[in-house]
């Protein structure tokens, strides 16, 4: 079952905008990613969050996680056309290796 | 360097075929992982290989699934006697043994069962 549930399922902004997906999920984890789907097909890796770290930032990512609440929250700002994707959060768990859990998804469509 | 690769790109087969996925792994990563994604839905975890270690084979729907790695690289996902709903996307994965977490995907084989 899935562990991580997005909202928004779908989100349509101008470019320019700043987009807001979060994120939540069910039992304790290790660390919380978020990745990106083109079209489909293979997930790009966009940013890694630890239990232990409240935000992290990349480019114009920045990504916040709140263990008391089991969310985590995706912030991309002036968003681009080219970030029209599928966004997904996966939780990872401690104990030899990395099983990802996946939601089911956000998809951001960025308009010109 | 190249990334991980999976052939083919699409598959269509009839029901009760057998069916067989490729994934060919980034050179030097020693963990390799299965996911199915449904149509508008997530990626749901099939299996896991790590090195000479047992696989986890705790996400394979059924018995009609099953998984080989060998020699540590090439991977092939088997799903016998095809049902419709195996149709999906199959998406392999592979990272490295000290950056497990991040995981790295191959483009996917669609499967149309018809």
């Known amino acids: 079952s899935q562990q991580g549930e997005e909202d928004p399922q779908a989100l349509s902004i101008q470019e320019g905008e700043n987009a807001t997906m979060n994120c939540s999920y069910k039992?304790?984890?290790?660390?919380l990613q978020w990745y990106r789907q083109n079209s489909g097909r293979g997930l790009v890796h966009l940013i890694l969050i630890r239990s232990n770290e409240r935000e992290k930032h990349s480019g114009r990512l920045r990504v916040t996680l709140d263990t008391s609440k089991k969310s985590s929250s995706l912030l991309i700002t002036a968003s681009r056309a080219a970030d029209t994707a599928s966004y997904f959060c996966?939780?990872?768990?401690?104990?030899?290796?990395?099983?990802?859990?996946f939601g089911a998804g956000t998809r951001l469509a960025v308009h010109p | 360097g190249a990334g991980v690769s999976q052939s083919p790109s699409n598959k269509v087969t009839e029901k009760g075929k057998d069916v067989e996925l490729r994934c060919d792994p980034i050179s030097g990563h020693t963990a390799l992982y299965w996911y199915r994604q449904s149509l508008g839905q997530g990626l749901e975890f099939l299996i896991y290989f790590q090195g000479n270690s047992a696989p986890d084979k705790s996400g394979l729907p059924s018995d009609r699934f099953s998984a080989e790695r060998t020699g540590g690289s090439v991977s092939t996902l088997t799903i016998q006697r095809t049902q419709q709903e195996d149709s999906a996307v199959y998406l392999c994965a592979s990272s490295l043994e000290g950056a497990k977490e991040t995981q790295y995907f191959g483009p996917g084989t669609r499967l149309l069962v018809l």
């Open positions: 039992t304790s984890i290790n660390n």
């Open positions: 996966a939780t990872g768990f401690s104990g030899g290796y990395n099983k990802l859990i």
